[in-house]
């Protein structure tokens, strides 16, 4: 049976429902309309209007350089793999201006081990610890009690080594987060070389391993660092701008002699 309508009444009486918002055909089966997903749900990977403001992107989260100093260092089992680990750090941006890593000198299996503050000059240049004026007024008083960095009876040598194995710009004093990202190398040093007796060296040292300053009230008086125990003096650097300091200085040297001895 053919329509009544003709073509032309049939396009008129479409275009008049599309007006009306008529867009769908009716098909053959019903629809459940509230099962039908929200058109205004746009697909995520859609591209932008021209001209719109492009999606903001999630910026990754930031690394925690302490949070990653202790992983790494907690994961060298040797000092050579501590050193390592130190080298492939690159959250401690002192490393790129530095010439050398400065990790330790001495005898490892020492029961001294002295923690200074930061390499010099010096230091940068030659790769080790106290080498320069305070390193060669340190060897002087060492040998005042007896003792060498050089010497190998353990009972007599000592182990040196840096908060800081890389040299300040200028040798400015580092940054607290600086310090904050090397405390666990530190940690993890003391933790290898496992001394009896804990020297911290200036203020810096005394920052990072105490958590204070202030070298003139805590020098010579015995406290704990790093798990052991320890005796904060005067780096050699103050005493050579201070010569008068160095009486007390002298009174810790024998305090670590009198420990070592075990009369102290």
């Known amino acids: 049976m053919e329509s009544a309508l003709d073509p032309h009444t049939a396009k008129a009486l479409l275009e008049w429902q599309i007006e009306l918002g008529a867009t769908e055909a009716i098909g053959d089966a019903p629809v459940?309309?509230?099962e039908v997903p929200d058109k205004a749900e746009k697909p995520a990977a859609r591209a932008a209007a021209p001209g719109a403001p492009a999606p903001a992107v999630a910026a990754p989260p930031e690394a925690d350089p302490v949070a990653e100093a202790r992983a790494a260092a907690a994961g060298a089992q040797t000092l050579a793999a501590l050193r390592d680990a130190l080298a492939a750090f690159e959250?401690?941006?002192l490393r790129r201006g530095a010439r050398n890593l400065v990790f330790?000198?001495?005898n490892a299996a020492a029961r001294v081990m002295i923690?200074?503050?930061a390499p010099g000059r010096d230091e940068d240049r030659e790769g080790r610890p106290f080498v320069g004026r305070a390193g060669q007024l340190l060897d002087r008083m060492l040998d005042a009690i007896g003792m060498a960095r050089d010497a190998a009876d353990a009972e007599k040598s000592v182990y040196i080594t840096n908060v800081l194995p890389w040299r300040p710009p200028?040798?400015?004093?580092?940054?607290p987060e600086e310090i904050a990202m090397m405390v666990p190398f530190v940690q993890r040093h003391v933790d290898l070389v496992a001394p009896e007796i804990v020297v911290l060296m200036g203020n810096i040292s005394c920052q990072a391993g105490l958590g204070r300053r202030g070298i003139t009230r805590l020098r010579g008086k015995w406290t704990e660092s790093y798990g052991r125990p320890a005796l904060p003096m005067f780096h050699p650097a103050f005493l050579l701008r201070n010569p008068h300091a160095k009486r007390e200085a002298w009174a810790d040297l024998l305090e670590?002699?009198?420990r070592l001895r075990g009369t102290a």
Do not use: F
């Open 256 to 258: 670590v002699q009198a």
């Open 32 to 34: 459940n309309r509230y």
């Open 170 to 175: 200028q040798n400015r004093d580092p940054k």
């Open 115 to 117: 923690i200074g503050e």
């Open 91 to 93: 959250h401690c941006d």
């Open 104 to 106: 330790a000198d001495g």
